[in-house]
């Protein structure tokens, strides 16, 4: 299951702004949904998407595969990174997850573009519970 914690716009981090090809504090959809696999939090994520032309495709997404829900309006994805690093959690993700603030996360920055043509669509912050996940990474 996937709930939507929260949505909003809000300004362009440089690093959103580099990966989704936007000028710094240009504004973006900020996305942050809580992923729960057989009863229990298994990550929390932060999705960031240029305002246009998603910001109408997304004002109704309450729950349910964000990826789909693109692909569906867009055309194919295609994740073209992934860096997997191991941190402790940040700001409400410890609670949200479950686990102790001491506990690390995995934290996974990902970048999604169109398949068809290579146009940055997300990007993407996951933390998942390090002691319930395994990743495979296939290029």
């Not at 998603?54 to 309450?62: K, Q, R, S, T």
């Not at 959690?89 to 934290?107: C, E, F, M």
Request: charged share 20%.
């Amino acid at each position: 299951d996937t709930k939507v914690i929260r949505k909003m716009v809000a300004p362009a981090s440089a690093g959103v702004a580099r990966h989704l090809a936007l000028a710094t504090d240009e504004p973006v959809l900020w996305i942050e949904t809580l992923r729960i696999a057989d009863g229990f939090p298994f990550c929390v994520i932060s999705h960031f998407l240029p305002v246009s032309p998603f910001n109408a495709m997304l004002d109704g997404y309450e729950h349910g595969s964000l990826h789909e829900l693109l692909a569906g309006n867009c055309g194919a994805l295609r994740r073209t990174e992934s860096l997997v690093t191991a941190v402790l959690p940040q700001g409400d993700d410890a609670k949200l997850l479950g686990i102790n603030q001491n506990r690390p996360v995995l934290r996974v920055k990902s970048l999604n573009v169109l398949d068809r043509s290579g146009a940055p669509v997300e990007y993407a912050i996951t933390r998942f519970r390090a002691d319930r996940i395994q990743l495979r990474i296939n290029p």
